[in-house]
């Protein structure tokens, strides 16, 4: 055995990452950690995880796992949201052994990667995919190597700053073992709200890596900088392996637009018809990646809904995000994916640079012509280094920098937002979060037609579940 690498997800509270929705919410798993695992241990490494997500006291749990295994190592994966609770896992863990290396992969250490100084607990980072340099890791300190350097996205200090060594990217997703699902204990931990799945059990996947689109608000850097997709046939193998290992049922591709290749969608659609797989699934795409075609092949293949990003209702915010789709884009894949049968739900960003009362209520507005079955009215926030981060730091327009309140939804009324647009409020923006949930979903044009389109998709059940914490959520608010 070469050695045991512990793995943490320092999550942080539901209550922080989705405020009013947290019992909508879904807790599910980091995929990173499987893939990397799944490396590791096809080269003789072991592996454990703790999962901030689903263990109570997390952190002392992590006491007990180094007191019971030989830990070479503690990989934590972190988001920004999560960097706060990252450096506590960390200094939990040097305070029991200061010879444990930490390393920290994930979005915000492969943006920032300058943050490895403000925790000197942290050992190294990596910045982009962590397949290859988690494997590279393990193999030098599995030889006693403790000065690391040379591995390709290797963030490490020197001389008071930081050196990021230069990334490879993988070439052939295909070529990854299947994830280490096994490391999260069984999908049964985890929970999907009904309003977001069709059926029970449920997991995600994500079958590309990065998006071309450059929309100015979005942190695509993780993938770095190539599209890159899994063939169709890997994809079947993927869902084969779900269905065999975990009698799974329904599956969210969480690709950020898994119709980005279109001959791709279509081969993986034909697939699962040809092969009987019975499978309901839903996935996140882009208004000008669906046409009629497409979305009648992807509904006879088992897709319920699509997760589509309108963002706003203002062409001239729209035209500032760079998000490269316009309002008529958007009405005519909404119409296209409601004549075909599929649900749709559809993410809006409020409080972008730029915008005023008068584009905010544009945005409500155009949400409700749209009447998708689901509408989710998020606050903007300036992800760590998105294009538009850079320009509100720039001007000295960030309010702070505490990542722990870099959420898209309102956690509470007193919520103290990362950035505002001048002229705009704190209070504003998080009273319109609040005030359009709850119109939205009260709107009586709106109650008949999800009653009708639930019924159509047979999500009526679901509804049935939901209803009840959708009204007492609103009710509350
Ligand atoms: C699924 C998903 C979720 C799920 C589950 C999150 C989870 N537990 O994985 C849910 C819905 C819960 C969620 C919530 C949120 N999410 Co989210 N999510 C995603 C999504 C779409 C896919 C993640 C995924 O599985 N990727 C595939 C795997 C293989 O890639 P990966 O996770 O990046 O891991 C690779 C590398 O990062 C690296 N790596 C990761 N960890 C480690 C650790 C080590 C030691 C090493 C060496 C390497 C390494 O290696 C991995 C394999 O190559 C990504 C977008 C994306 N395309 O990645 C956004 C994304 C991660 N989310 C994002 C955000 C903002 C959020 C929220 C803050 C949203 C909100 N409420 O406002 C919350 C915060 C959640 C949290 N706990 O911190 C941002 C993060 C931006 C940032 N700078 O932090 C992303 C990048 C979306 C975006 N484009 O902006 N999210
Ligand atoms: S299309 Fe989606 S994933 Fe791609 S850059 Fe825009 S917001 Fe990000």
Not at 210 to 225: A, H, I, L, N, Q
Not at 424 to 449: A, D, G, N, T, V
Not at 457 to 466: A, S, V, W
Request: glycine letters at 8%; a positive charge.
């Amino acid at each position: 055995m070469k050695g045991h690498i512990l793995f943490i997800n320092p999550n942080p509270r539901l209550e922080d990452q989705f405020g009013i929705f947290k019992k909508l919410s879904n807790v599910i798993p980091p995929l990173g950690v499987a893939y990397i695992g799944a490396v590791l241990e096809k080269n003789g490494f072991t592996c454990s995880f703790i999962d901030g997500g689903i263990v109570k006291d997390w952190i002392k749990k992590i006491g007990c796992q180094l007191k019971q295994k030989d830990v070479l190592a503690v990989y934590i994966t972190s988001t920004s949201m999560a960097f706060g609770m990252a450096i506590r896992a960390a200094k939990a863990i040097k305070a029991i052994d200061k010879r444990i290396p930490v390393v920290v992969g994930g979005a915000h250490i492969s943006e920032l990667p300058n943050d490895l100084l403000s925790c000197e607990e942290i050992d190294y980072g990596v910045v982009g995919e962590g397949e290859m340099p988690g494997l590279q890791i393990a193999n030098a300190l599995a030889k006693g190597d403790r000065e690391l350097k040379g591995i390709s996205g290797l963030v490490w200090r020197n001389n008071g700053g930081v050196i990021v060594e230069p990334l490879a990217c993988l070439t052939s997703l295909d070529d990854l073992p299947l994830p280490a699902w096994h490391l999260f204990s069984g999908w049964r931990n985890y929970s999907h709200s009904p309003i977001h799945v069709k059926r029970q059990p449920s997991a995600h996947l994500v079958t590309s890596r990065y998006c071309p689109m450059g929309c100015k608000f979005c942190t695509t850097e993780v993938s770095r900088k190539s599209y890159r997709a899994m063939s169709p046939e890997r994809v079947i193998d993927q869902l084969k392996a779900m269905q065999r290992q975990f009698c799974i049922k329904d599956v969210r591709f969480f690709d950020d637009s898994f119709t980005l290749n279109k001959k791709r969608t279509i081969a993986i659609c034909d697939t699962m018809l040809k092969e009987g797989i019975d499978i309901s699934w839903a996935c996140l795409t882009r208004v000008d990646c669906v046409d009629k075609e497409l979305l009648t092949l992807m509904k006879k293949a088992g897709c319920w809904q699509i997760l589509i990003g309108p963002q706003s209702g203002d062409e001239r915010i729209l035209k500032e995000m760079k998000t490269g789709f316009s309002k008529n884009d958007v009405y005519s894949a909404v119409e296209t994916a409601h004549s075909v049968g599929l649900s749709i739900r559809a993410d809006y960003i409020i409080g972008y640079p730029g915008e005023t009362v008068d584009s905010i209520e544009a945005t409500y507005k155009f949400a409700c012509e749209l009447n998708t079955d689901l509408a989710e009215f998020n606050i903007f926030v300036p992800y760590p280094g998105t294009p538009v981060y850079f320009e509100i730091k720039d001007k000295g327009e960030l309010i702070h920098e505490d990542y722990t309140k870099y959420t898209t939804v309102a956690t509470s009324r007193k919520d103290f937002r990362p950035y505002t647009p001048p002229g705009i409020s704190s209070e504003q923006l998080i009273s319109y979060f609040f005030k359009f949930h709850k119109q939205y979903y009260l709107r009586p044009r709106y109650i008949s037609s999800i009653l009708v389109s639930s019924i159509r998709n047979g999500f009526i059940q679901n509804l049935i579940k939901c209803a009840p914490l959708l009204f007492a959520t609103f009710k509350k608010n």
